[in-house]
């Protein structure tokens, strides 16, 4: 398994490096030590597994979770506790505070091993436009194609799907949903919400360099500042 870590303190670098060596699984490719070293090094070595900080010089662990297209398994590992819940809620494996406790680290990195869901690496995995999903909600049933949804919106542990008139419920995490979901076509425009790019009616400019996404049904999203700037770079010629 692939594995980057991300890290800014150079003794913690070391010591997790250290901690590693035993798990024999955990192939380490290379390591961060700010946001844009990170985003970079995810970009070029596609890793299984990422040991992120939250707090660096240029950011937090969240900002390097927001500007990535593919999204590697995540162990958390930082000195702060009071970022835990938000680190589950986007679907960390694990969260590690320092000084790492080995047995600790062993029970998070065999989590990893024997995580079933979809990573970076899993790219014949993507749902195409033309595919069809079963979904239940309730007594109704629809089968529908991927390529005719128009977004997903996040609803704590499930998501809300639109299409047509439709807005069923589905018992899984918008992060599981991102994964299967083809990043040419849809785009994670921020924490609550995956947009369906050909169903974008218009782009307005909004506060702060973020960007305001009018869909065909009139729905407004906001974009914030640094997935406005990717969305930007994905639509220019």
């Not at 992060?175 to 990043?183: A, D, F, G, H, V």
Request: one cysteine or more.
């Amino acid at each position: 398994m692939k594995a980057i870590i991300i890290e800014d303190s150079r003794l913690a670098r070391n010591e997790l490096r250290e901690l590693l060596k035993p798990h024999k699984a955990i192939n380490l490719v290379a390591e961060a030590e700010n946001c844009e070293q990170a985003v970079s090094l995810i970009s070029e070595e596609k890793p299984d597994l990422i040991f992120l900080d939250i707090n660096l010089p240029d950011g937090s662990g969240f900002d390097i979770l927001e500007k990535l297209r593919f999204t590697p398994k995540v162990i958390f590992t930082t000195a702060y506790d009071e970022y835990a819940i938000k680190a589950f809620e986007v679907n960390a494996l694990d969260y590690l505070l320092k000084p790492i406790n080995p047995n600790k680290l062993k029970r998070a990195i065999d989590k990893a091993l024997n995580d079933t869901t979809f990573t970076t690496n899993d790219l014949t995995n993507y749902l195409d436009s033309e595919s069809k999903i079963f979904i239940k909600d309730g007594e109704r049933c629809w089968l529908i194609e991927v390529g005719k949804i128009r977004y997903f919106e996040n609803c704590g542990n499930h998501a809300q799907v639109f299409f047509e008139d439709q807005k069923p419920f589905i018992y899984k995490s918008l992060s599981k949903i991102e994964q299967r979901l083809n990043p040419e076509l849809f785009f994670r425009a921020n924490r609550q919400q995956i947009i369906n790019l050909n169903f974008i009616k218009n782009i307005e400019p909004w506060v702060n360099n973020s960007l305001l996404v009018i869909m065909t049904d009139e729905k407004e999203i906001e974009v914030a500042r640094r997935p406005a700037s990717r969305l930007k770079e994905m639509l220019s010629l």
